[in-house]
């Protein structure tokens, strides 16, 4: 015969489990979590969602062992390209998602030219989103250790160098990537001009996603804006300041990639343009990175 429980019955029967069992539980398991806990809190108080993410232990180390290892180099030039794409080999996810995004970014683009007015325009835009995210993640490195600055405490660059230095691994793979499926697109009727423009936009998309690393703790007198008719400007200021490095670039790269997609043909104006907001964008991340040391 079922025996049944009312919800005070099970309060009860499960708070004396707890009781039972709360002396078998390790100190050190108690601290460990009342410490992430309190993390956790703070950061979602400061809607810093990165740090509370990162105050997680399981979601840190998922992965101790990497799929690969790498050898040490020999040169002092490549530590910081070996200790970033070491930590993506231990995140393998990291690659995985950004060659999604990068086939979307590509299948935009290739299907853009054969659009017309609004759809052209968020396919050429759709495209450049997602090439930026495909770049975001390849950049978890660089987040990491400007979450702690003590990582590249004992290294002989300055952290704008280090900056900079961490663009080479997602750079080389983006850009190998994105050419290979640009070639791809182009043998099965793509424009040459919108692929090739898509292989440029690489660097410029890559400082944004470095500035969107180094980004750092949001300011909180940005949540405190200005009322207007249209209702307070706070949750907008919130927006800008996180999403600043990606708006910045992919507004400045969409004319480019839009005039392109509508037959115009990619000269060495477009270029030069795509190629000065990349340098701009490098310029971003170095300062970017020296605030947030210096705070």
Known sequence: MAVSLSPLDAAVFGLLLSVRELPRIPQSALRLRATVAARVGASVLMLDLRQARSGVPALRARRSVPLMRLPIPRHASLLVPWRDLSCLLRHPSRFGWALVWLVLALGA?????????TSQ???VLGSLVALYLAAAQLTEPARLESDDVRRSTNLGWS????ALLHAVVPLAVLLVGVAVGAAVCVLAGAPVGL???LIVCVPALVTAALVSSYRGVMPMHLLMGADTPMGNTGPWQVALWYGRGPLVGICLLLPVCLAVARGQSWSFP???WQVLVAAVGAWWVRR???????K
Not at 109 to 117: C, K, Y
Not at 159 to 162: A, D, E, S
Not at 288 to 294: E, F, I, M, N, V
């Open 109 to 117: 683009a290739s299907s853009a030219s054969s659009l017309v007015a």
């Open 121 to 123: 325009l968020l396919a």
């Open 159 to 162: 952290f704008r160098t280090l």
């Open 195 to 197: 692929m090739a423009s």
């Open 270 to 272: 477009q270029l030069l």
């Open 288 to 294: 970017t990175a020296h605030r947030l040391k210096t």
